[in-house]
Every structure is written in structure tokens, then in C-alpha cells.
T-cell receptor
């Protein structure tokens, strides 16, 4: 298996632009998590899905952030409009319920100028 | 509230010496405990986990961790450190009865192994 796949690996954009981050979980995994990592705040859970349904989005910072999972093999995290404080590394992780171990993608490094 | 604490931001150890990275947790039920490692510009990689059973858990790359319920700790250890062990280490906790599949990660400990 190729593991969790994220794209793009790097994204540089200007303030006010829309940003879409993509994630393909490991085949057969039924949970998908989005995290944000910054030096100041460490690793923060933004939202997670079970069987494509959002379960807990309490970590989503504000309405500018939205996440979708239209099917079991694809999820997006969208920021509209983006702001410089959104600059961070965004990780996607997946797991099979009951097996506990989360598998992380390589991350997307987002820079908002 | 569920939480995990890593009291040291930075740990330095000489190559060949034993290393310990500390983690304490606070959960209301029975914890599932994990250690992950992050190398520069990479995602987190699973090292080991404690669910139940033997308090000493062995994981990847020669790492092990000991679950201590009375001290609510889950310290990561390795008998002989390698330069290649230098990375960022995260402790995580999950309580299936109260938090479902949500993990709580510590703030991370940067380990530097000095040649």
C-alpha cells in the first residue's frame, strides 16, 4: 500500500486566496483525521470523519475552514479566504476503527503571504 | 479532561548512552498510549503502543516504553542511542470509552543525539 497520500506537498499562496488540500487515506481505513502543526501550538486536531461522515469538527478554527469527504478514498480541507496565520503544516491521517494506530501522510506545508 | 504532557521540550544525549523521553497522561478511563516519531519534513510515524497486558512495550528501532499506572506515565526509552534517532517524538493518548477515536497528542520532545 502506498500509505496516506497528500497533495500538494507545498503550497504558497497570497492572503485572500482559496486553498484546497487533498488527502487519500489508506484503502480500507474508515477513519480520517486532519491535523495542523505549528511551532506555537504543536499538533492540533481539526476534524475527523468516520465512514465519510464528520464526527467532530470542534477543532476547526473558524468558518473559513471547511472539510469534506465525498467518498472513502478522498477528503479535502479548504480554507477560504486564506490568511497568513493559516501558515502551517497540515497532516492527514487514517486508521481502521478498533486497531488504534493512526497512519500519517507526509503533510502539506502551507505558506500564506 | 483527557490530556498528555511531555515535560521536556528538548533532550540531548550522547551517542551510545541510554535515552529517556518522558510522558505523563491524564484520562478518566483506561488509556491507550502511543509514541510517534517525526523526522524533518516528514509525517508522524508510529513507534509503539500500549493497550493492555505487559507494562513494558517494545516497538520499532529498538525503542521501548513502560506503562506505569500509579505514576500515570509512559516514558519512551532506548538502551543505546544512535545519531539517527535524532527527531521529534510525540506521546499520544486515547480513551475509547470517553473520547472514541480521538487522539490527544503531547507538544513533542526534540531529541538530539550527539556523536
Amino acid at each position: 500500500d502506498a500509505g496516506v497520500i497528500q497533495s500538494p506537498r507545498h503550497e504558497v499562496t497570497e492572503m485572500g486566496q482559496e486553498v484546497t488540500l487533498r488527502c487519500k487515506p489508506i484503502s480500507g481505513h474508515d477513519y480520517l483525521f486532519w491535523y495542523r502543526q505549528t511551532m506555537m501550538r504543536g499538533l492540533e486536531l481539526l476534524i475527523y470523519f468516520n465512514n465519510n461522515v464528520p464526527i467532530d469538527d470542534s477543532g476547526m478554527p473558524e468558518d473559513r475552514f471547511s472539510a469534506k469527504m465525498p467518498n472513502a478514498s478522498f477528503s479535502t480541507l479548504k480554507i477560504q479566504p486564506s490568511e497568513p496565520r493559516d501558515s502551517a503544516v497540515y497532516f492527514c491521517a487514517s486508521t481502521v476503527g478498533g486497531t488504534d494506530t493512526q497512519y500519517f501522510g507526509p503533510g502539506t506545508r502551507l505558506t500564506v503571504l | 479532561a483527557q490530556s498528555v504532557a511531555q515535560p521536556e521540550d528538548q533532550v540531548n544525549v550522547a551517542e551510545g548512552n541510554p535515552l529517556t523521553v518522558k510522558c505523563t497522561y491524564s484520562v478518566s478511563g483506561n488509556p491507550y498510549l502511543f509514541w510517534y516519531v517525526q523526522y524533518p519534513n516528514r509525517g508522524l510515524q508510529f513507534l509503539l503502543k500500549y493497550i493492555t497486558g505487559d507494562n513494558l512495550v517494545k516497538g520499532s528501532y529498538g525503542f521501548e516504553a513502560e506503562f506505569n499506572k500509579s505514576q500515570t506515565s509512559f516514558h519512551l526509552k532506548k538502551p543505546s542511542a544512535l545519531v539517527s534517532d535524532s527527531a521529534l517524538y510525540f506521546c499520544a493518548v486515547r480513551d475509547p470509552l470517553t473520547t472514541g477515536n480521538q487522539f490527544y497528542f503531547g507538544t513533542g520532545t526534540s531529541l538530539t543525539v550527539i556523536p
